[in-house]
Structures are given as C-alpha cells and as structure tokens.
C-alpha cells in the first residue's frame, strides 16, 4: 500500500500534480481552515483516493503542525501501508518544518512540487508543475544512527554504539547510494575502534589492542582528508594511548601486576560510577587495593606477593609462606615483607597504617549484593573508597576521550 502525507496550502495545482503523479492508496490531507477548500478542489480533479483530513487550526504554530505529523504517521501505520510519501509543498514555512521535523528518520520518501514557470507573485502557474522526490536527508547521512553511536559511546555502552555502526554499514549495502566509499571506510574502522574499546573495557587488553591498530588508521585516514577535527580529536587521543594499551597487554599476558595496569583498572572503575554501577565499581577499587600491593613488590623487587616461591631466599625464612585469603590477610603479609625488606613509609606500609580505616571501606564492599550482602552500593560508598586510593597517590589512567 502506497500512502502520502500531503500538506494543503492555498492552490490546488501542487495538490493534483502529486496526486497525479503518484497515485497513492491513502491520502492524509493535513490542512489549515483557510486551506480546507482545496482539498475538495484536488479530490475532484482526481477522485476515488481514500483519504482523511487532518486540521491544524494554527498554521504558524510549529509544534501543533508537529503534532499532526506524528498523528498522520500513526494513521497510515494502522492502515499497513508500506510506501510512505510525505509532500510538504503547501502551507506555511512552519507548518512545513514541523511537518518535516516529526516524519524525518521514520522512512519516508519526500516530494516536491515547484514548477517550470512563475507568475509575478513567485506562484507555480498551473500546467507547469513539475513533481520532484527525494529522500530523507537524516538516512542519507545517518543522522539518527550517528546521535545514537555517540550517545552510546559517551555512556561507555560500547556494543550499544557498534550496533548503531553496524546499521549505518548495513544501510550502505541495502543502498549503496547512501554509503560513499570514503564513508564506508570511515565507518568500518570506528567499528574496529568501537569493538576494540568494548574488549578494553572488558580488561582483554591484546584484542583490544589488535582492533584499534586496525581501525584507527583506517578512521584518520578518511578524517583527515574531511578536515574533520571533531573525529580527529577523539581518534589521535586514541592513537596516542596505543603504547599504554600495548604495554598493558603485554604485562597481562607475562602475568606482571604494575601500577599501569592498576591505573586502568581504576579508570575501569571510574566509567562503572560515572553511569551509576556503584556495586561494579567498588569491586574494581577493593581488586585495586590488592594490585597496589602487588604492583609495589614486583616493580621494585621482581617479585610476586601471592606467589611465595618467587620471593628471595632470606624473605621465605622471615616471613610465613602459607597462603592467605583476604585483602586484610594480604595487606598484612604484605606489610610484614615490608618490614623484613627495612622498608619505611612504603605503599604497602602506608596502606597498612590506615588498615582501620581501610576495614571500614571493605565493610561496605562486604554488605554489596555482588559481595557477601544484599543492598546497593551507594555513590557515596564508591567516593570514599576512591578518596582513600587517591590520598596513597594511586590515580586512574586518563580518561577515555568523548564524542
């Protein structure tokens, strides 16, 4: 079923020549009183269209002629057409940029009706009408899909913003006139890039690596030859990271614990509070606490504080090597190898001098539904926690840039 939309200005002529033109099933006149008439008028010059007339009592009222484009919408939903023309020649500017705001991005097709020739007043003389279609500028630049690529991103909803990617491309194959080469390229690399930030956030730091090294070439590429520098910015903040990113991994895949790795964790934490998960970020920060410590032995000493058969000989005589359980556990130990070290005022030492405050913290962690309780994590659980990290000097890594 093919169905039109047809806005009603004060001369039938544009009316008959679409009609004409396109012969639609259903017909939904959207009309002000003073343009009633000419409905009558085009229905008689082309008659037996289905049709309803939709009034909007003030046509310089942009929201009332909104309103009326949805409602025309839904009308020909229920009546299951499946062609959608909307022709907003008649009527006032305002009427028709209401009109046009409420149907953009819904699947319509839009149509002109200009002319060959003019009379003195700048109106299409009748006879020389001459019916244009286009489509809707929002599908041809992805205007929807991009506003949800970004809005999903700067959520961190990473597979959120690769599906609204993966539509724009699907677009680009279902009509390829929609798609230019360079806008494919473009589109397949941020995908990568969309991709590889979803593993990152998911800690799998060598995949994530491996995708933006692929997408990101591909993305600069075809920004710098837009001069685009709202994708530049984002894209070569995101180049620069790649060194961190890779050094991450690689630390991951020997199993080393460092203070880079303990930094991405807590900017990890970081996005989980920014969008509300306070349970999920004040995990991160109780794993953090551990990693500090373990971070703290290894890159000074080379070795691993779980692990006792890595530790030096004199170290496994002065300190127990059965294992532990627990961060208090384990901040214990570890301050008791930082004293059989001679150290003084270390992290772990630091960390170990404010154990009761410490305790306090992880009592709230404890209470979590995904810990040993069954209530929420407030935001204020998750800052205090934070507050205490960032007064040892323990700061996340830069924040990932947004859109």
Known sequence: MKALIQTVGLTAGPLIASLKVHRPDFVVFVASPTSLPY??????????????????????????AFRAGRLAYRTLKEKGAEVLLVDPTGGTKTMVAGLSLAL??????????????????GKVITGYERVRTMPDPTERYHVFEQRNFIRAWNEWRMQSAAAALEEILKTGERSP??????ERRYFEG??????????????????????????LPKAIAEAEAWQHEGKLRVLKMLQDRLPELETIARNNLSGHPTFRVLADLLANAERRAEVGRYDDALARLYRAT???LEAHFFEKYQFFL????????????????RPVHGLSKVLERAAKISWA??????LPLLIYAKKDKLQKLTDDRNRSILAH??????????????TFLLELGLQPAEPWPRW
Do not use: Q
């Open 39 to 64: 409905v009558s008028e085009a229905l008689a010059a082309v008659p037996g269209i289905a049709h309803v007339v939709l009034k909007v009592e003030d046509p310089e009222d942009m929201d009332e």
């Open 104 to 121: 953009a991005g819904l699947g319509f097709t839009f149509v002109y009706v200009g002319g060959a020739k003019r009379d003195a007043a």
């Open 306 to 321: 779980r692990k006792p058969k890595s530790w030096p000989k004199e170290l496994k005589k002065r300190v127990s090597m």
């Open 373 to 386: 309780g069954v209530v929420p994590v407030e935001r204020e659980d998750y800052e205090k926690f934070k």
């Open 290 to 292: 551990e990693l500090a």
């Open 341 to 346: 070290l001679g150290e003084k005022g270390t």
């Open 190 to 215: 941020l995908l990568e890039i969309t991709r590889g930030m979803h593993a990152w956030d998911l800690f799998r730091h060598r995949e994530a690596h491996e995708l933006l090294s692929r997408g």
């Open 177 to 182: 006139e929609l798609l230019s080469d360079p």
